[in-house]
């Protein structure tokens, strides 16, 4: 009976430890849902549209090799459920002006083709799309979080966001050899839920 008091007090003091790390929306049972909201070719539009925000480079992996579309489409599925109609209207809207002012599908258009089609959404000079800045900021957010976010939700595959940043994860306690100034960080490679979701 005491072990099993202890057991209950070590989680709510976890939960606790840990609640400033992730959003408080974004604590749902959901989280892990495996069926994607989204059509293939919306997949498509998706993951080149985050894989220009954050291209794959010398430093490391994408916004898509991190899994970024996987966490919108988890948060999209869950907690943003309300976004889901305006952001797939946003998806088709990016795709046809992509469509009009480049003559194919923001998929298939070059790295540099994409840029100007996102150039044009961020400065709302998008034709026949008037709330281009809105979405591009949304989905600009959204990759933001699925790349450094906690990896429980979907994105920062493998910690490739954290190890980007140099993040070494949640902590409970450190030691004072770590807290020293040009100590070097060791990775905790954990989640804040204290599970492997590295994928």
């Known amino acids: 009976m005491a072990e099993e ?24 049972a959901a989280a ?9 070719s919306q997949l498509r539009t998706l993951e080149a549209f985050v894989d220009r925000l954050i291209p794959k480079d010398e430093n490391g992996p994408g916004a898509v090799e991190c899994g970024v579309a996987t966490y919108i489409d988890r948060s999209l599925a869950d907690f943003l459920a309300p976004e889901k109609a305006a952001f797939v209207e946003g998806l088709a809207s990016a795709d046809a002006f992509a469509r009009s002012a480049h003559g194919g599908p923001f998929a298939e258009l070059t790295p540099a083709k994409q840029d100007e089609v996102l150039t044009a959404m961020e400065n709302n000079t ?11 900021n949304r989905v600009r957010r959204l990759t933001l979080e699925g790349m450094f976010g906690d990896p429980h939700y979907g994105g920062n595959k493998n910690y490739a966001g954290w190890d980007l940043i140099r993040y070494p994860g949640p902590r409970l306690a450190t030691t004072p050899e770590e807290q ?18 590295s994928h």
């Open 180 to 197: 020293k100034m040009g100590a070097p960080i060791k990775p905790v490679r954990r989640s804040a839920w204290g599970n492997d979701h």
């Open 126 to 136: 998008a034709a026949g799309f008037p709330n281009a800045r809105n979405f591009f």
């Open 32 to 40: 892990q849902a495996a069926q994607s909201i989204f059509s293939a």
């Open 5 to 28: 008091k202890d057991a209950l007090n070590v989680t709510r003091r976890t939960v606790i430890a840990t609640a400033a790390l992730v959003p408080v929306t974004a604590i749902t």
